[in-house]
Nanobody, 123 residues
Framework: QVPLVESGGGSVQAGGSLRLSCAAS????????MGWFRQSPRKEREGVAV???????NYADSVKGRFTISKDDAKNTLYLQMKSLKPEDTGMYYC?????????????????RGPGTQVTVSS
């Protein structure tokens, strides 16, 4: 079973919304902190948000107030609700799972990650 699989990416205009989903294997979901990171050709990899197994969340300053990370324990699924999207949010978004969840930047180096889903925001 693939540990993590993202869905929900797409193209939207600035100001729009998208919700990303990440279906996780039970092994990964039950053992690790989970999060999202993104990457675009012109930028370094950026940790977006993380959520601890007990539900505590942490966000990058660039998305705080606009993005919400959540999870559904009954479905082993992670979500990223994105609102007020900006062109600079464009990139490939990856679901990730790993240890040390205190900082969203940690998601960049998590042990597990999905294949990614593309988000494109046009002005």
């Amino acid at each position: 079973q693939v540990p993590l699989v993202e869905s929900g990416g797409g193209s939207v205009q600035a100001g729009g919304s998208l919700r990303l989903s990440c279906a996780a294997s039970g092994y990964v979901y039950s053992r690790y902190c989970m999060g999202w990171f993104r990457q675009s050709p012109r930028k370094e990899r950026e940790g977006v948000a993380v959520i601890q197994r007990i539900g505590i969340t942490n966000y990058a300053d660039s998305v705080k107030g606009r993005f919400t990370i959540s999870k559904d324990d009954a479905k082993n699924t992670l979500y990223l609700q994105m609102k007020s999207l900006k062109p600079e949010d464009t990139g490939m978004y990856y679901c990730a799972a790993g240890d040390y969840c205190s900082d969203p930047a940690s998601a960049r180096a998590f042990a597990y990650r999905g294949p990614g889903t593309q988000v494109t925001v046009s002005s």
